[in-house]
């Protein structure tokens, strides 16, 4: 049966990533906050002074855990403290979306770009982009050694990556944007005549890349199962 679980903090919570083995949880929210589930106990893990929006999370182990969210904020728990995560360039403003991957050396994160003003056009500040000038969206991927852009698009963001293994998978965004990576499709492609598609396709999740659930906005919910 579905149960209350609430930690009882006083925030809006985006997302969740869980442990196989060890059930551990790991929850991000509004405002900074991160909460670990160990042992069916809700502890607050602490990012220090940071209060942007996180909106993803997603780890390989529970000593590899990786948050991400507004104003290029990103952070890795190493199992007993965060560490700060340079995905790009501290000149440019980033929104990131979203993180999976499939092992501690295959990670992608999905983001929503914005070039920095300058000086006397407005700045991005705390939770907002303000004169920020939006430039569309992007995927990175860690590959153990360094994070490097995979995909670039210059008006849609990337809201949701998922990863069916370590060479296919799936990207969704804003505008009807639905993006598949397979080996037939030399890098990441837009995948076309998917009806029913929201404006916002929100997120993307399946079992295999012949089992894929996308979802988003007014109720949405597509499949692929051919």
Aim: aromatic letters at 12%.
């Amino acid at each position: 049966s579905w149960n209350d679980f609430s930690p009882g903090v006083p925030a809006h919570l985006n997302d969740v990533w869980v442990d196989g083995e060890s059930r551990d949880a790991f929850v991000v929210g509004e405002g900074g906050t991160v909460i670990m589930l160990h042992r069916d106990i809700w502890s607050p893990l602490s990012l220090g002074s940071i209060t942007q929006n996180l909106l993803g999370v997603w780890g390989s182990s529970t000593g590899n855990v990786y948050v991400v969210g507004n104003q290029n904020t990103s952070f890795k728990w190493n199992g007993t403290q965060f560490k700060l995560v340079s995905i790009t360039p501290p000149v440019d403003v980033y929104n990131y979306h979203s993180v999976y991957g499939t092992g501690p050396n295959d990670v992608y994160v999905g983001a929503e770009f914005f070039l920095t003003p300058s000086p006397g056009r407005g700045s991005a500040t705390g939770g907002e982009t303000e004169g920020a000038l939006h430039q569309g969206g992007r995927i990175f991927r860690w590959d153990g050694g360094e994070w490097t852009p995979v995909y670039s698009d210059p008006i849609n963001d990337v809201l949701s990556v998922w990863r069916a293994n370590d060479h296919e998978g799936y990207a969704t965004g804003d505008s009807y944007s639905l993006l598949r990576n397979a080996a037939s499709d030399n890098g990441w492609v837009r995948v076309p005549g998917v009806d029913n598609l929201p404006f916002y396709v929100n997120s993307v999740w399946g079992s295999s890349m012949k089992n894929v659930f996308i979802v988003g906005d007014d109720g949405a919910i597509v499949r692929y199962s051919p």
